[in-house]
């Protein structure tokens, strides 16, 4: 649903996972929500596509942005 | 994921798909439901090889369509990839070159390409309806159809039925007073509102996002200020609407681990200025987590003295715990953590 937590959550789930990148080359890193909202897809500088499953699909009602929020806070504790 | 705790997380990833050559895109399926496996479906470019469609739990290979330059019969590795709505078919956006595939037809080619311009001076390119480079992102208007490709020389066009229509237009995001406002070198996401009526526009090191009125005016509207995305990293933009009403929320992250919002920024024209802000992350280290690697390296010229001077060790050692830095060498780490000295001693 979201791409908003670009740098945030991508460094987090950079650090926790040592995908530390390299350099700041262009379209080094990135990542997209799965439709579904359940899981992250990471595009990294070591060639490798990463599936995470963050969470099972929350519970209506939220909005848009309670679900940001919530993912930004939640994933990084 | 959701209890609450004062440490991260640990989370690790449920399947790595590896890669022999450097990914240019990603997307998921349209369909996508953690609950269908046969849903989970990843599509993917990568240098030199077809275009991948793999299950995203199990890896398998599902499908691929290759791309091929008929001329060096060399595989084109398109750099914005995108699924229709329907998940029938996809687009792949390639240097001047928009490709559609259809899904149900595994091995084979694209069903239709559209050249977007031509090197050489031509009609098109006299009359404003051609654009050259590499497309670098692709999003479709769901009620009208209506395609934007930006590409990476900066350049936005509208072509109708998904892409496999007339171009509408092409129009050039460079020299314009937004431009020179927030600067860009490269458009890296196209995202149209729910309404159908603004597109806007992000590009990597721009400090932050154009908005123009396509339906109505055809022109500029304004652009939204303090994005803090002066990287070559594509640095993404969300836009959300609330349902049956007019309000949009633009949403977008920063080098600087914040995460910022507009509100209803298309209701005024010009300058926009932020919102809402907030940390990515409110744990111990709250500017910790949120750096990038890059930040970390710009702080240390300035920072790494008072650290020295007053023999701060331990940071080293936390730094080197909390980064993961196992392939980095101590003296590495030594001089990475005066660094984030001052978050450290929060």
Known sequence: MTNVLVRGTTTILG?????????????????????????????????????????????PPYSATDEIVLQATRLAG | ?????????????????????????????????????STTLILSSQRDH????????????????????????????????????DG???????????????????????????????????S???????????????????????????????????????????CVGVFCVDGTEADLQIGGSGVTQVIWSSCGRYLYIAERKSEGAMIYDIRKTGQLLGWLEGRKALTNQRLGVHVSSSPGTANQEVWAGGTDGMIRAWWNPHE??????????????????????????????????????????????????????YFRMSMMTPSEAFWMAPAVQPVLML
């Open chain 1, 15 to 59: 650090l926790l996972s040592g995908m530390l990148q390299d350099d700041d080359r262009a379209e080094s890193l990135t990542f997209s929500r799965t439709p579904d909202g359940t899981s992250i897809i990471t595009n990294s500088a070591d060639n490798q596509v990463r599936t995470f499953i963050v969470y099972a699909r929350l519970n």
């Open chain 2, 88 to 122: 029938s078919r996809f687009l792949a956006g390639s240097e001047s070159l928009l490709s559609i595939f259809d899904i149900s037809r595994p091995g084979e080619g694209p069903v239709s390409c559209l050249r977007t311009g031509r090197k050489r001076r031509s």
């Open chain 2, 268 to 321: 005024g024209e010009g300058a926009q200025t932020v919102s809402f802000e907030q940390h990515g992350h409110n744990g111990i280290c709250p500017e910790l987590m949120a750096m990038s690697k890059v930040l970390i390296r710009w702080q240390l010229p300035y920072q790494v003295q008072p650290c020295i001077l007053q023999h701060r060790y331990w940071q080293v050692v936390r730094v080197l715990r």
């Open chain 2, 50 to 85: 077809p275009i991948r469609l793999n299950s995203a739990l199990t890896l398998q290979l599902v499908a691929s369509y290759p791309l091929v330059n008929p001329t060096t019969e060399a595989f084109i590795s398109p750099h914005a990839l995108l699924f229709t709505a």
């Open chain 2, 1 to 37: 994921m959701l209890d609450e705790g004062r440490d991260p997380h640990e989370l690790t990833a449920y399947s790595t798909l590896p890669a022999a050559e450097s990914v240019n895109a990603v997307v998921t399926y349209p369909m996508f439901d953690l609950q269908d496996p």
């Open chain 2, 124 to 166: 098109l390119a006299v009359s404003g309806m051609s654009m050259t480079g590499i497309l670098s992102a692709l999003a479709i208007e769901q009620q009208s159809g209506i395609l934007a490709a930006g590409t990476l020389n900066r350049h936005v066009g509208l072509y109708d039925s998904g892409g496999q229509g007339d």
